[in-house]
């Protein structure tokens, strides 16, 4: 099965940052939202899926040694301290 757009990018950009599906949860999630979102259907389901895709990409790239920036990503990030 050929992937779509966004899940070509999200793996361009899983591999970047040397993440692999077959490693990491948060990766597989990624893919599994960016999947998602090349079948979504209706402006809103796209809007969900491209919320979640940019908010667990952001996550990813946050070092653990450097602070977040965006309010939600630091909301997740103190949760599960």
């Known amino acids: 099965m050929p992937y779509g757009l966004v899940e070509r990018a999200a793996r361009a950009e899983l591999t970047s ?3 692999s599906v ?3 949860a948060a990766a ?3 893919v599994s939202v960016a999947r998602q979102l090349d ?3 209706g402006a809103a389901s796209a ?3 491209a919320r ?3 908010l667990a990409l952001a996550a990813l790239r946050t070092s653990p040694d450097t602070p ?3 309010p939600e ?3 997740l990030f103190e949760a599960f301290r």
Request: proline fraction near 4%; charge should be neutral.
């Open 39 to 41: 079948k979504a259907r």
């Open 28 to 30: 597989a999630a990624v």
């Open 52 to 54: 979640e895709l940019r």
């Open 47 to 49: 809007a969900a899926a």
């Open 22 to 24: 077959q490693t990491s």
């Open 17 to 19: 940052l040397e993440l």
């Open 73 to 75: 990503i630091a909301a």
């Open 68 to 70: 977040p920036t965006d």
